[in-house]
């Protein structure tokens, strides 16, 4: 079965500096996606940023890049010029890209806190 | 602009009620799910549907049921409401296929059950 692990419950970081969160994953497949969701204090939860497993170069949006490494199995989230607005929980999540079956496995989330 | 909407943002019941909490989401979206979310356990899924009146169970069916008579519509029920069913519940949609699968969250539902 897959598993996503987020070994970081809480992160802090000043502003304006970089941080990076660690998500790490067990599959036996191949193919598939990974994605960073990002949930403000009561607000909805939304896509950072994704990457497909058959892509070697790594996904960047912005401040937000990810660092996959397909071999370890790991796939962390580097914020860059962190800012006051990404303070949030951040979800690892893994999606087979085969079958029919939509549904994500999700890791537990890690709270990122901003230091002004 | 994408728009998931939750019919609460908070709900307090007591222990034995029948709950609904009712999902809609306006972007046309074939696939629409209803998850559970616990501190320090992440998002699980209750069920999700691909299409109107279809469903599957996802990890933690057990004590909900689903509708979707309308492709925009998702409803969670609680048949008989307890205790242990407190928490976050978030609703999401995402378009079929495998290129356009993010999903869109609606703001969440907390439940408290006394």
């Known amino acids: 079965a897959q598993t996503v692990t987020q070994s970081q419950p809480e992160m802090s970081v000043q502003e304006a500096e970089t941080v990076t969160l660690s998500c790490t994953y067990d599959?036996?497949?191949?193919?598939?996606?990974l994605f960073w969701y990002k949930q403000p204090p009561s607000r909805q939860m939304i896509l950072v940023i994704r990457?497909?497993?058959?892509k070697q170069q790594n996904a960047t949006e912005n401040r937000f890049s990810v660092n996959f490494q397909k071999a370890a199995k790991s796939f962390s989230l580097k914020i860059s010029d962190s800012q006051l607005g990404d303070a949030a929980m951040y979800f690892c999540a893994y999606r087979y890209r085969g079958g029919s079956n939509y549904q994500l496995i999700w890791g537990a989330g890690t709270k990122l806190i901003i230091k002004p | 602009d994408v728009k998931v909407t939750q019919s609460s943002r908070y709900l307090v019941k007591r222990t034995g009620e029948k709950v609904f909490l009712e999902c809609v989401q306006d972007?046309?979206?074939?696939?629409m799910f209803w998850y559970r979310q616990d501190p320090g356990l992440g998002l699980r899924l209750i069920y999700f549907s691909y299409d109107v009146k279809m469903k599957e169970k996802g990890d933690i069916p057990e004590g909900y049921s689903v509708s979707r008579e309308k492709k925009e519509r998702f409803s969670l029920i609680l048949e008989s409401a307890s205790t242990n069913q407190t928490s976050m519940y978030l609703c999401?949609?995402?378009?079929?296929?495998?290129?356009?699968?993010?999903?869109?969250f609606g703001p969440g539902t907390r439940l408290t059950v006394l």
């Open positions: 599959t036996s497949e191949s193919d598939y996606y």
């Open positions: 999401a949609s995402s378009l079929r296929g495998f290129s356009t699968d993010t999903q869109y």
């Open positions: 990457q497909e497993a058959y």
């Open positions: 972007m046309d979206h074939e696939n």
